[in-house]
């Protein structure tokens, strides 16, 4: 029994030993030919013997250490697992005011700048809804889905008017959340749903009175204005792709794919991600993509005809809504 319990101790500091060596050698990559100990002695606030007994592994590092440092050079956890099918995730902040949402644009253009942005990253989106960079700007359409959003997460639901409703500037940070997109690669994939979410909204809060007709009607204007730009763009822009999908079950979900660090971002609610950077996951998604984009047609490659047939569905479907408006209030 107790060369049995030896046994395991054994395996069992093998393998942090194993971990603290993945750890070191991962950091090894990010610093490049700056000092090992010295960096590790200046993260921890240890000295620099203390540091060169980790580095050598003649010390193992603390639990809250490894995290430290993992956190610091962000470094997933996932290589330190011993299942595959187990993953550690990252879960952005809530957002259940419309201050939060200050923070939400800002973390999302940390998201880009930490990721090697060059012409080997491919944004993948896989649009549900309209993606919701494009309506990051200074319109009425902006302002609405700020107010959907903000109906949708807040418990409490205030539910005051459109018209009184006015929430932060977020200008700055949204410019250039979107400037970011737009100057990726983009692949999106889209369907006749992609635009069905916007329209059901307008339509709810016209109904409850809480949208007057006239704001419906320049926010409809302001979507069609949005279709219009987008499929300008799908026809003119090599660095933006858009795919029909008739068969696919959208999702939102938002994929950076880059050779050397890839991640994936998972709708939780409206305004939050899980966020997976974890390779294997990673290259699984990519292959998805790809697949899903083999049985897509692509509406940058197609001729006029097939794009004008797949845009006009949208713009008939607007005007079909703004119509429908216009003679409920002549009623």
Known sequence: ?????????????????????VLL?????????????????????????????RTSLKAKFSFEEALELA????????????SENQLVV?????????EDLQSFFRNNLNVFERLPLSEEMTIYYSAKDIPFFYTLSDTLLSRFKIYVWMN???????????????????????KELRKKYEEQNVIEIWNDTTISSILQQIQYYCDTGLLRKNEAEIILNEVKELIECVEQKTG????????????????????FSHPKKSLLAMPLNTFGYILIN???TCIE??????HQIKNSKSLSASGNRDRKIFFNKMYERIEKLTKKLMDDDHL
């Open 1 to 21: 029994m107790r060369k049995k319990i030896k046994i395991n101790l054994y395996i069992c500091e093998n393998r942090k030993s194993m971990h603290q060596d």
């Open 152 to 174: 949708l997460l807040n418990a409490k639901q205030f539910f005051v008017p459109f018209s009184e409703f006015s929430p932060p500037d977020f200008e700055l940070n949204t």
């Open 25 to 53: 050698k991962q950091i090894r990559k990010k610093i490049g030919d700056k000092s090992l100990n010295d960096e590790i002695a200046n993260i921890l606030n240890i000295s620099y013997d203390a540091a060169h007994r």
């Open 71 to 82: 956190k610091y050079y962000q470094i997933s956890l996932n290589g330190f697992l011993s």
């Open 285 to 290: 998604t990519f292959n998805y993509f790809e």
């Open 236 to 255: 003119s822009n090599r660095k933006y792709q858009i795919y029909e999908n008739e068969l696919m079950q959208l999702s939102n979900d938002i994929f």
């Open 278 to 280: 974890d390779l294997n």
């Open 90 to 98: 990252q879960k952005t902040s809530p957002v259940t005011s419309t």
